[in-house]
């Protein structure tokens, strides 16, 4: 009957033979589906399971709009200032460089130029990655000169928001740049270059308030959370019940504040053809 007794007491495996699952293998998504991340990052970052839109960054969104993945970033090194000290449980400085040593980029939003469906495309990304997406004056600096590019060039220029709102460390410099973004997206319906502004999860606070509702077509992808304050913020003011997919993308478009939503798969396709009609060009296959 020994071989229902323990001879030795205790784990016996070293430490440094024991087998751990690798992280990153495997992504559950709210509804409790489990995908492999090999499989759903060959679809473009959405579980098969469900439909479900994982958030991306603007990598992923530059290789997935430009032709080959190939296109030239502007400004890619202008960098955040501290001009008011600000310090709450870390200096803003201290912040943006812990933000810019964790993802890799130099502040929440990058800017390029390349062919999407061989015709030129300004587009500007946000990265939710970096510190919420937040809006500070890079943001808006950047988001001005890519628009500033378009016009230039005669570039239709495509905005990709992904943010949680102005960012509270530069204050008002920060709220700034509602007015910057949308005053040069008016210089910009002036020169009569398209705008198409694409709002994914989550789209808020002072983004929504200006450049992101401000496009000749605004289109959104399934089920991203777009609004002003957050549904808890909502319900906390006004003490009343939300409806059911309160600011999700598709009450939005049922209210009228968006004119399409697109699964990720058809975006490039679909943006080119709102591009191409509203330049009278021919349609592009």
């Known amino acids: 009957m020994a071989w229902f007794k323990r001879k030795d007491k205790g784990i016996q495996t070293p430490t440094e033979e024991k087998k751990d699952t690798p992280k990153g293998l495997w992504y559950k998504t709210p509804s409790g589906k489990i995908i492999d991340t090999d499989e759903l990052k060959r679809n473009l970052y959405v579980s098969p399971e469900d439909g479900y839109h994982v958030r991306i960054g603007s990598k992923e969104y530059f290789e997935l709009f430009f032709d080959n993945g190939e296109f030239k970033e502007l400004d890619a090194k202008l960098s955040a200032k501290d001009p008011l000290k600000f310090e709450d449980t870390m200096k803003y400085p201290e912040r943006l460089k812990e933000a810019q040593k964790k993802t890799g980029l130099k502040d929440a939003v990058r800017t390029a130029v390349g062919k999407s469906l061989g015709k030129d495309l300004v587009i500007a990304a946000m990265d939710f990655a970096f510190i919420g997406g937040s809006m500070g004056s890079v943001?808006?600096?950047?988001?001005?000169?890519?628009?500033?590019?378009?016009?230039?060039?005669?570039?239709?220029?495509?905005?990709?928001?992904?943010?949680?709102?102005?960012?509270?460390?530069?204050?008002?410099?920060?709220?700034?740049?509602?007015?910057?973004?949308?005053?040069?997206?008016?210089?910009?319906?002036?020169?009569?270059?398209?705008?198409?502004?694409?709002?994914?999860?989550?789209?808020?606070?002072?983004?929504?308030?200006?450049?992101?509702?401000?496009?000749?077509?605004?289109?959104?992808?399934?089920?991203?959370?777009?609004?002003?304050?957050?549904?808890?913020?909502?319900?906390?003011?006004?003490?009343?019940?939300?409806?059911?997919?309160?600011?999700?993308?598709?009450?939005?478009?049922?209210?009228?504040?968006?004119?399409?939503?697109?699964?990720?798969?058809?975006?490039?396709?679909?943006?080119?053809?709102?591009?191409?009609?509203?330049?009278?060009?021919?349609?592009r296959a």
């Open 139 to 283: 943001v808006g600096e950047k988001i001005a000169r890519a628009i500033d590019y378009s016009i230039e060039k005669n570039i239709p220029f495509l905005m990709i928001s992904k943010s949680g709102g102005a960012r509270m460390m530069e204050a008002s410099l920060s709220l700034m740049q509602l007015v910057k973004t949308s005053a040069k997206l008016a210089q910009l319906a002036n020169a009569k270059v398209p705008y198409i502004s694409l709002c994914t999860d989550p789209t808020t606070g002072g983004t929504t308030a200006s450049f992101a509702m401000l496009g000749d077509i605004n289109i959104a992808e399934p089920n991203a959370l777009i609004g002003f304050a957050g549904p808890r913020v909502v319900k906390d003011t006004t003490g009343k019940d939300l409806p059911e997919g309160f600011q999700r993308s598709e009450f939005l478009l049922e209210h009228g504040f968006l004119d399409a939503i697109y699964e990720r798969k058809d975006l490039k396709k679909q943006v080119n053809l709102y591009l191409d009609l509203i330049q009278n060009q021919p349609i």
